[in-house]
Each structure stands twice: as C-alpha cells, then as structure tokens.
C-alpha cells in the first residue's frame, strides 16, 4: 500500500505560480498512475490532473488545460503540479492520489482512485 503526502500549498496573488509535491512511500511510484484533483469550498471534489505510470500519457480538466502542468518522477518517488497564471476560482484544497492502472492509462476519474492523500491548500487572492 502506498502512502501519499502532499506539499507547497500557499497562498499567492492572481497570475503568481505554485508548485505542489506529492511524496509517496511504501511503495514505488512507478506502479501507479497518478492524479491531482481539488475541492473549493461547498463544491465536490474535481479532477484536475492525471499521468501514467510512464509518464507519456497526461490529461487535463479544461479549466487548468494550458496553464498547469503534471510531472513525475519515478525514481524520486514525486509527482508534481506546476500551476502558473492562477487564478481566485484555483482557490481549493488539492489532493493527490495513485491508482495501480497500466502503463500507458492515466484515469482521470476520483472513482477510479484508491489512495488519496491528506491534501494541501491553495489560496489565490485577487
């Protein structure tokens, strides 16, 4: 079972960039496919990123297409999300998550998850 950590939330202005960590241990990352997603306040939970586990296949929610970035590192044992040009509406919690998916799959779908970390804020302000 892996465990996942997530890091480098913060709060920054509109237009600023953040760049969030997920750290997993337990196992090695490159048995899972990873995704980003993130839940505002009132709202559920949303997918925002996803990667597979070569990394050659990557997929984007429409509102973040162009503007982040999702990344991995297998021999670190990383994923990372690189936002720039945020935005107030960016404004959530951010999680990471793994799923043990086939090489080239990247799910974009939280059912399709099965380990989630605890996730990190991110506030954009206007």
């Known amino acids: 079972q892996v465990q996942l950590v997530e890091s480098g939330g913060g709060l920054v202005q509109a237009g600023g960039s953040l760049r969030l960590s997920c750290a997993a241990s337990g196992r090695t990352l490159s048995s899972y496919a990873m995704g980003w997603f993130r839940q505002a306040p009132g709202k559920e939970r949303e997918f925002v990123a996803t990667i597979s586990r070569s990394a050659i296949s990557t997929y984007y929610a429409d509102s973040v297409k162009g503007r982040f970035i999702i990344s991995r590192d297998n021999a670190k044992n990383t994923v990372t999300l690189q936002m720039n040009s945020l935005k107030p509406e960016d404004t959530a919690v951010y999680y990471c998550?793994?799923?043990?998916?086939?090489?080239?799959?990247?799910?974009?779908?939280?059912?399709?998850?099965?380990?989630w970390g605890q996730g990190t804020q991110v506030a954009v302000s206007s």
């Open positions: 998550a793994a799923e043990p998916a086939s090489w080239h799959i990247a799910p974009a779908h939280e059912y399709e998850y099965d380990y």
